[in-house]
């Protein structure tokens, strides 16, 4: 049995979307066990539009709330929240596997800090986001947003964490990792990149392919692409406005002329397939990687698909020992050792 | 009558596209007056091929040429190089208004600080890009790349000289400046993008709007965007790979099956108008601002048509006083005295 927390009242749609997600990932994989953390009442009104297995389901009743506005840092002193509690339970008990919230990124990254605690000689987690790449798979960006200040040993940090996830979430063999920077050339970038790029070529356990170019996330070809948190949050979400737009001025077009109208209904399957590859959301959440269990972040606006493919995404990286994984690159990698780094924060 | 300098070898389609772009730009706009520096017979051969008023045009015979892998600043030093020569005049005579080049970036932004020269007192130039966006004009996204290292000052001077550019290039009366940041929040970002939150909201002559992410560029309210160049440059190349790769799968599932190639043919005229509202090279060349005057930077894979535009952009900044502007909004904001800076470089 795989017990995962999944935080019932995080996200706009919640209890809603995260109790019908979290019942259709129960039903289509029978050794999941969930709890939901949130208001007993409103949960329970929600479970009774259901049928699901009762044995495999409970219910721990928190009555706070953590809100997008809050403080992230006053935010992980509140215990009886769904997500603080999700996180007590999860460093407390050992059966219990991983943790989804569709909550306040904030406020999920310091209570995975500060509550659920950081994987051994880990510096900072960092948030990372499976992108929809040109080839049809996902190119897994990592930091992309929980760090805006970073150094380069956290940079070395996240390609080996990335590295770690690309096997254990997407089953690549030796995956390639790019450094995020403003050119492809070993020279480019400031200090602390160009930092980043000799210590990415010393690491032991990653196969670094050298720098790569914002079009290169969704273009190129590495598996892993590795980015300060600053940068990262600035690509992830001009990488979306840009997709949105194209999409959007698409819809207008097509909807412009009878001809145009005419056309839309030959093609809406494959204008379907195109919506689905290119959702950013279908791989199931982003990961917070770094943390001593899985933690997944189910967008903000998730519907119930997809909280029920973050609540399988946590279960299969926990079952293909992500955090391990982890473990074993990271003391390969020495990285202190290179580093000179003797700060054991 | 209007000089306007072309560098006919920059690009990668050069003499062809700049000869052909400049000799279009002539016919279509009677008051300018045309200078080609590039390898005379290349040139002519090129000339050749059209009809053109034969007392507007001149060819300034440059034996060397600079190449995309050259170091810029050693690729200065190159007087005979169609670039630095072009760089040579423009600063030399009084009466040519402004350079037009598809070349090196790189090369290019190192000429116009060593040879044309700044603004007395502005510190850096910038390299901004018109961004199609969803109102269906443009943003203009400054710096995109010209500074992977700033300081808040700097920041400061670019929404000054985006500001200017807007009014001058685009028309807009009050243009609406936003801070590209990871979060929208006044306390947003790192050290220096808080830094440059503060110092925005107490500059005199422009209209802050605040901090915006990344979508915002394509989607957002604001007429200009600001951003420290290393983050530029991964915003810009990342909006362009999601583009690129939302309209490769869209033409991939566009001709995957019989019904949607039907679809495809009713709808072509949409789906052409479609790809012409984002064609980010459009508005006529990025600009490289803050120099003594107007240079214009055609995307390396210039078609003719770019050129021309990159031509008419030069000639209409010119006209407008894009560079009076600057210097009338850089004294009134006084921004040394905001930052207690005495640097004068």
């Known amino acids: 049995m795989i017990k995962i927390i999944v935080d019932a009242m995080g996200g706009d749609n919640a209890p809603r979307s995260t109790v019908a997600g979290a019942v259709s990932a129960l039903e289509s994989d029978k050794q999941l066990y969930i709890i939901l953390t949130g208001r007993r009442n409103d949960v329970e009104a929600e479970l009774k539009k259901y049928k699901f297995d009762e044995k495999r389901l409970e219910i721990v009743d928190c009555p706070d709330v953590i809100d997008m506005n809050d403080s992230p840092t006053e935010a992980v002193k509140r215990k009886e929240s769904s997500m603080m509690q999700a996180y007590w339970m999860l460093k407390k008990q050992d059966d219990v596997c991983a943790l989804v919230s569709a ?16 994987i051994r000689g880990i510096k900072r987690p960092a948030l990372c986001s499976p992108i929809p790449n040109s080839r049809g798979t996902f190119t897994l960006f990592a930091d992309c947003g929980a760090n805006a200040e970073c150094k380069s040993v956290m940079l070395g940090q996240f390609a080996l964490l990335g590295s770690a996830y690309a096997k254990a979430g997407f089953g690549v063999e030796n995956p390639k990792v790019g450094l995020l920077n403003n050119g492809t050339e070993s020279h480019k970038g400031d200090p602390l990149h160009q930092e980043a790029y000799k210590l990415l070529t010393r690491i032991n356990g990653i196969n670094f392919y050298g720098n790569v170019e914002g079009r290169d996330i969704m273009l190129g070809e590495c598996d892993v692409v590795v980015s300060d948190g600053f940068s ?18 698409m819809k207008k077009e097509l909807s412009s002329s009878l001809s145009s109208k005419i056309g839309y209904l ?80």
Do not use: W
């Not at 990262?232 to 999409?247: D, H, R, Y």
């Open 232 to 249: 990262g949050n600035v690509a992830l979400k001009s990488m979306e406005g840009s997709a949105k737009l194209v999409l959007g001025v």
């Open 103 to 118: 909550g306040s990124t904030g406020a999920l990254i310091a209570g995975g800090q500060l509550i659920l605690g950081r």
């Open 266 to 345: 030959f093609m809406r399957k494959a204008l379907k397939r195109m919506r689905a590859q290119l959702d950013f959301d279908k791989a199931g959440g982003a990961l917070l990687l770094g943390l001593k269990k899985p933690v997944v972040k189910s967008h903000g606006s998730s519907k119930p698909e997809s909280i029920a493919n973050s609540v399988h995404n946590a279960a299969s990286i926990y079952r293909n020992g992500l955090v391990g994984s982890v473990e074993k690159l990271l003391s390969e990698a020495d990285l202190d050792a290179i580093t000179g780094d003797t700060d054991e924060r």
